[in-house]
T-cell receptor, first 113, second 116 residues
């Protein structure tokens, strides 16, 4: 079974600063997909960024980027120039060949002015 | 298309009653997923459809739970003889094949079930 571990229950960052959220996963597969989802207090999950395991290049989406280390099974999310609207629960998730997502327990991100 | 819709947003029911939730996915998504999320936890996979076929069920999906997607469009999740432990947010998601492509999986706002 695949497992996803987020070791930071809570993180805090000041506006305009950079924060990195950690995620590790365990799988025996070589082809898979990794995701970061944001869940604001309104509770709707929003896709932040997606990474295919076969791609060595790290995915980026505006202020969001990942550090994907396949050998180490690590998939961290970096948020640059943090904004108040970035405050939310962030979930790391794994999908094996496009089926169901396995989620970590989440990291609560607090952004302070 | 306005995204994944779930109805109702909130449901309070007495223990032992049956409840049914509905999910309307994005029209061009052929895959539909149900998840359960309890407070402080990440969503847990329940079941998955490709078109009208239910292809995978989690062991979390006890005999009291049943899901359908009769015409490959909307889906329903029914819980029979509800228990207090069923209280949770029930999330629906839809996607294209191959992990949703660039769009990933799109989630609805969820149905919050409270069993009293």
């Amino acid at each position: 079974a695949q497992t996803v571990t987020q070791s930071q229950p809570e993180m805090s960052v000041q506006e305009a600063e950079t924060v990195t959220l950690s995620c590790t996963y365990d799988t025996s597969e070589s082809d898979y997909y990794l995701f970061w989802y944001k869940q604001p207090p309104s509770r709707q999950m929003i896709l932040v960024i997606r990474q295919e395991a076969y791609k060595q290049q790290n995915a980026t989406e505006n202020r969001f980027s990942v550090n994907f280390q396949k050998a180490a099974k690590s998939f961290s999310l970096k948020i640059s120039d943090s904004q108040l609207g970035d405050a939310a629960m962030y979930f790391c998730a794994f999908s094996n060949s496009g089926y169901a997502l396995n989620f970590g327990k989440g990291t609560s991100l607090l952004v302070t002015p | 298309d306005t995204g994944v819709s779930q109805d109702p947003r909130h449901k309070i029911t007495k223990r032992g009653q049956n409840v049914t939730f509905r999910c309307d996915p994005i029209s061009e998504h052929n895959r539909l997923y149900w998840y359960r999320q309890t407070l402080g936890q990440g969503p847990e996979f329940l079941t998955y459809f490709q078109n009208e076929a239910q292809l995978e069920k989690s062991r979390l999906l006890s005999d009291r739970f049943s899901a359908e997607r009769p015409k490959g469009s909307f889906s329903t999740l029914e819980i029979q003889r509800t228990e207090q432990g069923d209280s949770a947010m029930y999330l629906c998601a839809s996607s294209r094949p191959l992990a949703g492509g660039r769009d990933g999986y799109t989630f609805g706002s969820g149905t919050r079930l409270t069993v009293v």
